[in-house]
């Protein structure tokens, strides 16, 4: 099984650090996250400059806050940066992040607009040669007479596309060449909801893991059961719980939520969940619990808490990830 980090942190010197870190370990893959208060590509390019030989990706970049044109420029342009090694992960982020956050329309079912999203991030690299770029869709209309993309490493670049739901697991297995999997999909989830979707397609699985390893046992499990209650504060991630009949869990956690109790958000996150979804403990530990994800994955992505974890201990846990899953 090859591994991955997801590379949390809050500054882009400490990512890249971790990242050079992490190439030099073996591992195969490090990726950058998205958010209200950085930006996935922008990091994405840093790490693909500052490293040689590690895959470099976005688990993920928001898909629907900027025109797939955008993203696909974006992709070329690391990827030249890297000699070709990135692979570009895009997620819908849910209605409240686009609206709210970005304050971008979020029309219609994500799914069929994801599926044509990609398609044009695939248009727009074909098109490098020039003769122009036309698209017309049902969401995307793109009409450029006059573009040409010098440089192109790759006609080809990997696009993963982040889904939880069975339609938006369903548009990755159509048109994308990897599903990332949602930091709270249980194994039970993805053997019974996930795997069977991505059947006969090329599309990969690439789940996250949480991982939390500490030599207190106790802590190492607190946060990572800090990370699942924020998740599960949004009832659309509720349907994973469905497969292990704990849909109850989710709705005390939101409840909690809503009534600002951290603590019980907390207390709501029973061991058995955390056990079904991250690995917590000593190295030794989280080795032989990653174990348990054989047969459902090749490559998986070891993210660290950060919900209610300091920077300090965050660094802590990803050099321990980095030495404790070395090759």
Not at 29 to 43: I, Q
Not at 124 to 141: D, V
Not at 298 to 321: C, F, K, M, T
Request: one cysteine or more; proline letters at 5%.
């Amino acid at each position: 099984m090859q591994h991955g980090i997801v590379l949390m942190g809050s500054s882009i010197a400490e990512q890249i650090r971790i990242a050079k870190l992490a190439e030099t370990r073996g591992f195969a893959s490090v990726w950058t996250t998205e958010f209200f208060n950085h930006h996935g590509l922008v990091r994405l390019a840093a790490l693909a400059g500052a490293t040689h030989r590690v895959e470099v990706g976005t688990a993920i970049a928001y898909a629907f806050m900027r025109s797939p044109v955008l993203a696909a420029t974006a992709a070329m342009d690391v990827d030249e940066i890297s000699d070709g090694r990135v692979i570009l992960g895009l997620g819908s982020g849910t209605r409240r992040m686009n609206e709210r956050w970005y304050s971008m329309p979020f029309d219609g079912p994500p799914a069929p607009r994801m599926r044509e999203a990609v398609g044009l991030i695939r248009e727009t690299i074909r098109a490098h040669k020039g003769g122009g770029l036309r698209f017309k869709g049902t969401y995307y209309n793109v009409d450029i007479p006059q573009y040409v993309r010098p440089g192109l490493i790759r006609e080809d670049i990997p696009i993963y596309v982040a889904g939880v739901n069975r339609g938006m697991i369903r548009a990755a297995a159509a048109v994308a060449d990897g599903l990332i999997g949602h930091p709270v999909y249980t194994r039970r989830y993805i053997g019974e909801n996930v795997l069977p979707e991505l059947e006969g397609s090329k599309c990969k699985l690439r789940p996250y893991v949480i991982t939390s390893i500490a030599d207190d046992r106790d802590q190492a499990r607190n946060e990572a059961r800090g990370q699942i209650a924020f998740y599960y504060t949004t009832r659309l991630y509720h349907s994973i719980l469905d497969v292990h009949g704990w849909r109850g869990i989710g709705e005390e956690i939101a409840a909690a939520f809503r009534a600002g109790d951290m603590r019980k958000m907390m207390a709501s996150v029973p061991d058995e969940l955390v056990d079904a979804i991250a690995i917590t403990g000593t190295p030794d530990e989280v080795r032989d619990q990653l174990e348990q994800w054989q047969g459902l994955t090749d490559h998986v992505l070891l993210y660290p808490p950060s919900v209610g974890v300091s920077p300090e201990r965050q660094r802590e846990n990803l050099e321990a990830i980095t030495e404790t899953f070395q090759h």
